[in-house]
Structure formats: structure tokens, C-alpha cells
């Protein structure tokens, strides 16, 4: 068995919250509403700058 390794982010009371949906269901519109709601200690991410992101980590792995 290998072992793993983690990272902590963000603080105890720290939230990962995940959209997830059909094309046109309202997901960007669900999560700006949440930014508007709640702006402070929010990140809005998209998809495409994690798949970016994702990318970019693994042309320049070994």
C-alpha cells in the first residue's frame, strides 16, 4: 500500500463546493448569485482554468 499525501487549505471551517449540471442549467448563474450573497472568502473557479491547469502540470511532469 502506498502512502498518501495531503494538502490543508483554507481554514476548519472552509467549504469546497461543486457545481455540476447540463449545458445552459444555470450553474455560472448559481454560483454568481452565491459570490454576490457571500463575497468574501469566495473563488470562483471555472472549468477551463482547472483543465489549464491541469494540463500545464502534466507536460511538464517527468
Request: no cysteine.
Amino acid at each position: 500500500m502506498s502512502s498518501a499525501s495531503s494538502t490543508v487549505v483554507g481554514s476548519e471551517g472552509s467549504w469546497l463546493v461543486i457545481i455540476h449540471g447540463s449545458f445552459g442549467s444555470g450553474k455560472s448563474s448559481l454560483a454568481k448569485a452565491i459570490l454576490v450573497a457571500r463575497p468574501s472568502g469566495i473563488a470562483f473557479v471555472r472549468q477551463d482554468a482547472l483543465r489549464r491547469v491541469s494540463e500545464t502540470a502534466s507536460l511538464s511532469s517527468p
